[in-house]
């Protein structure tokens, strides 16, 4: 009886370790989830389900209608959110709940996540608050060096104007090139109004394209201090090219008014050659064009770099490795138990192969030891892709997602880009050389409603006025006087005391994790 007695207490003490992921109860347990993402999707799809039936907890999910970040702050004010939140990393909103008290301290359960530490590894790190704990759990973290920004051009287009064999180069275009192209491209379509097309509105920065040719950082390092990206040397660079292109009639005169449904609407009129952005903001506007018109009416990723530069390596995507959401479990939670399990197994690469891949046996399988499709799911996938996802719930829940591929047979961590369509392979070919990871910079203004918070504000906003002025100038004089007033105003507004403040931050930061500047110029 001792024996038997020693054995089932032994089989106790292993029982959660080789088998964390069994359900909690006979019954699940209910949690109720905030996703910022999730708009008015249901939680019904295949992949919901499975996630129910290997956690035992059903998700409650909170739409979030209207604004995310409103509906994040009417939350926090009236103590009525929910179990777990999703929110967005970069924003203020993290820290305002950290300081009202509203979230878990996740340090004091990092030993019931064990998937969650091998998975994050140094990212837990990173991502403490001043305290020296962890509040959250970052979203697309890890090194992502995915393509990003390039200049996307309409491939017929790009045939008819440098030939078929130019246009299918990898050879990246000189600033020079590009422009005689956009010039070329409005001379011969003289009813094209916007051959240059930008998506981002006025945002406290420039136009990530253009700042990544020209090797502008999100802020300028210089000499053991961190300065405002305005000071750069290069950034007149920028901002040159773009008011040259906003004199000659090749840069759409609208630009700072574009959202996402204009800027698809431009796209699709025949009248622009050009996006300068990321390369998948083209998708919709690609499938619209190849349907109505012809195959080759897609945009597609090209390479810029300056004249006479003497590297095409340029930061062309900077990509945070601490990722674009905050999840964190607030104490509202009334089974902390219960979250903290279920987060440690989506976060688990079991976990990431169901949100990512979907239902192994169904969606794919090992074929020689490699996670393989099953079926057409990728073809059906590219050509209608937001059915696809919410008929197969694959992808539909992007929650700890890690950035990276799998360590066992080097497939990638999302089962669409296990085989790229052409506006993939072209990025990829193209787009190279010009990731960096842009943790370094992030969230170094301050926060809140203190005095150093409005006096940054008071800065951006000085900038946000001045940087449509510059590029839309009618001489390039007025474009220069334009920038000086710009730093005056800026200089008026208090950036100084700021970049005093954020590079003690920024230094703070690089020794809290022992390493050197990236971007030092």
Request: some cysteine.
């Amino acid at each position: 009886m001792k024996k038997l007695v020693g054995l089932v207490l032994a089989l106790a003490m292993i029982l959660p370790v080789m088998l964390p992921f069994t359900a909690l109860a006979d019954e699940p347990v209910t949690i109720s989830f905030f996703d910022k993402n999730s708009g008015v999707r249901t939680f019904t799809d295949p992949v919901a389900v499975e996630l129910e039936k290997r956690t035992g907890v059903k998700i409650d999910l909170i739409s979030p209608s209207g604004d995310p970040g409103e509906k994040l702050s009417l939350m926090l004010s009236g103590l009525n959110y929910p179990d777990i939140v999703l929110m967005d990393r970069g924003s203020d909103i993290v820290n305002q709940y950290i300081e009202a008290d509203a979230l878990v301290n996740l340090s004091d359960y990092l030993d019931q996540m064990p998937n969650v530490v091998a998975m994050y590894g140094d990212t837990l790190n990173k991502t403490r608050y001043t305290d020296g704990n962890n509040y959250y759990l970052s979203n697309w973290y890890g090194y992502d060096p995915d393509p990003v920004n390039g200049f996307i051009c309409r491939y017929d287009y790009m045939i008819e104007l440098v030939g078929q064999e130019r246009a299918d180069s990898a050879e990246p275009f000189t600033w020079s090139e590009f422009k005689a192209l956009l010039k070329q491209f409005k001379d011969t379509n003289p009813d094209a109004k916007t051959p240059l097309v930008i998506g981002d509105p006025v945002n406290g920065n420039i136009n990530g394209t253009f700042a990544g040719m020209n090797s502008i950082y999100p802020q300028y390092v210089h000499e053991g201090k961190l300065y405002f990206f305005v000071r750069d040397p290069q950034f007149m660079d920028a901002i040159h090219q773009m008011n040259e292109l906003y004199r000659e009639g090749l840069l759409d005169p609208e630009w700072t008014s574009n959202n996402q449904e204009l800027r698809n609407q431009k796209l699709s009129n025949n009248g622009a050659l050009a996006y300068a952005g990321a390369y998948w903001d083209t998708w919709t506007p690609s499938a619209s064009l190849m349907a109505s018109q012809n195959k080759n009416a897609e945009y597609l990723a090209y390479k810029v770099i300056p004249d006479g530069a003497a590297s095409a390596d340029l930061p062309l995507a900077g990509r945070s490795s601490l990722g674009w959401d905050a999840i964190a479990i607030t104490k509202n939670c009334k089974n902390i138990e219960a979250a903290v399990k279920f987060i440690d197994y989506c976060a688990s690469q079991e976990g990431q192969d169901l949100l990512l891949w979907g239902i192994e046996g169904q969606d794919w399988e090992f074929v020689d030891g490699v996670r393989t499709p099953i079926g057409d799911i990728v073809e059906r996938y590219q050509a209608d892709p937001a059915n696809v996802v919410d008929q197969t719930g694959i992808t539909k829940w992007t929650w700890f997602v890690k950035n990276d591929v799998h360590p066992d047979d080097g497939t990638t961590c999302r089962i669409w880009f296990n085989n790229k369509d052409r506006s993939a392979t072209f990025a990829y070919q193209n787009l190279t050389n010009g990731y960096y990871d842009s943790a370094e910079f992030s969230n170094l203004e301050p926060a809140g409603s203190t005095i150093e918070a409005l006096m940054y504000q008071g800065v951006i906003d000085q900038f946000n006025q001045y940087y449509p002025r510059m590029v839309n100038a009618s001489t390039v004089e007025e474009c220069d006087a334009l920038y000086n007033s710009m730093i005056s105003a800026m200089e008026a507004a208090g950036m100084a005391d700021i970049e005093a403040y954020m590079s003690e931050v920024y230094f703070n930061r690089l020794a809290l994790w022992g390493m050197d500047p990236v971007a030092t110029k």
